[in-house]
């Protein structure tokens, strides 16, 4: 089983199509699929379930992939513990990120990161699932560090440490009737419409869980990808939401309410997968972002 054989695979299995894995790796189709099949025939079982317009993973093929990245990822660090043994750091990091990190100047990071390291390239990733779906991706080995956020205990399988924590603060638009109410509590806004982020947001689960402990619901008819349309929504006036207090800072026009009794703190959290080896440059990324914290 050669290395090249198990990055074949893993390109494969992520693009679920033979085409696109040739494209990425600028292999011929043919080279792909001829190192596919002598992969099937070493491991004595199909990889993919094929047809003429869709590839998928079998079973074998979805036992194997976890431990195809942890190999190659491996591989990478073996080779980038040489290379740093020349001064120069070289090779790739995949960041997961949330579209707000308060207290962590990732622009800044990453260009502070790149003067120093110009031969590592960084790929920085937003998931539709939020938090939840870098959690995924961590352990399937799709990326390599995320900034995370956990309202709960973080799950099995990582490491986790909480860089920095920030208030969620709940804001109206001026003409909405709670904008001078003064405060207020959880069960009065029972019966109140919310812009929110979809499930797995650390954000939505934060709130949700504050709302689940009162054994009570809330109506979210509108979930939205991101703070501007949130924000947008919640100026017009019939909407409520929970945003970070940076957000609220950062938007004049919207009206804080105090919520009686409740604190809602968010965090940001780096994580990495507690199973997989993290290459040099993922390292010395981390270190980077923990001094990156804005104070």
């Known amino acids: 089983m050669e290395l090249r054989q198990l990055a074949y695979f893993v390109a494969v299995a992520e693009e679920l199509s033979f085409t696109k894995a040739s494209r990425r790796l600028r292999v011929v189709q043919s080279g792909v699929s001829t190192a596919i ?4 025939r070493e491991v004595g079982a199909p990889l993919f ?61 990453l260009g502070r990161f790149h003067r120093a390291h110009p031969a590592v390239r960084v790929r920085v990733q937003f998931s539709p699932a ?48 709670l904008a001078h109410a003064g405060e207020v509590r959880l069960e009065d806004l029972a019966d109140e419409t919310f812009a929110e982020f979809p499930d797995g947001w650390g954000t939505r689960d934060l709130v949700d869980l504050a709302f689940d402990r009162r054994g009570l619901s809330r109506q979210v008819p509108l979930e ?33 309410v105090p919520v009686a009794g409740e604190q809602l ?27 990156g914290l804005v104070t």
Request: hydrophobic letters at 45%; charged letters at 20%.
């Open 265 to 291: 703190t968010w965090n940001v959290t780096l994580a990495t997968s507690a199973t997989r080896p993290l290459s040099r440059p993922a390292l010395v990324l981390m270190a980077e972002l923990r001094r």
């Open 37 to 40: 099949r002598a992969l099937e």
């Open 49 to 109: 379930v094929r047809d003429s317009r869709h590839v998928r993973l079998s079973d074998a093929g979805a036992a194997m992939l976890p431990s195809a990245r942890a190999a190659l990822a491996a591989a990478r660090a073996a080779h980038d513990a040489v290379q740093a043994q020349h001064g120069e750091l070289h090779g790739s990091i995949v960041l997961g990120s949330m579209l707000t990190t308060p207290g962590v100047d990732v622009a800044g990071v």
């Open 224 to 256: 939205v990808p991101d703070y501007a349309t949130a924000v947008a929504l919640i100026r017009q006036g019939h909407v409520l939401g929970f945003v970070p207090d940076s957000v609220a800072r950062d938007n004049a026009e919207l009206v804080v």
């Open 130 to 177: 939020g938090s939840r779906g870098h959690v995924h991706a961590l352990l399937d080995g799709t990326i390599d560090v995320a900034l995370a956020s956990f309202p709960r205990r973080p799950p099995p399988g990582l490491v986790t440490e909480t860089l920095t924590t920030e208030v969620l603060q709940l804001v109206c638009g001026p003409d909405h009737r």
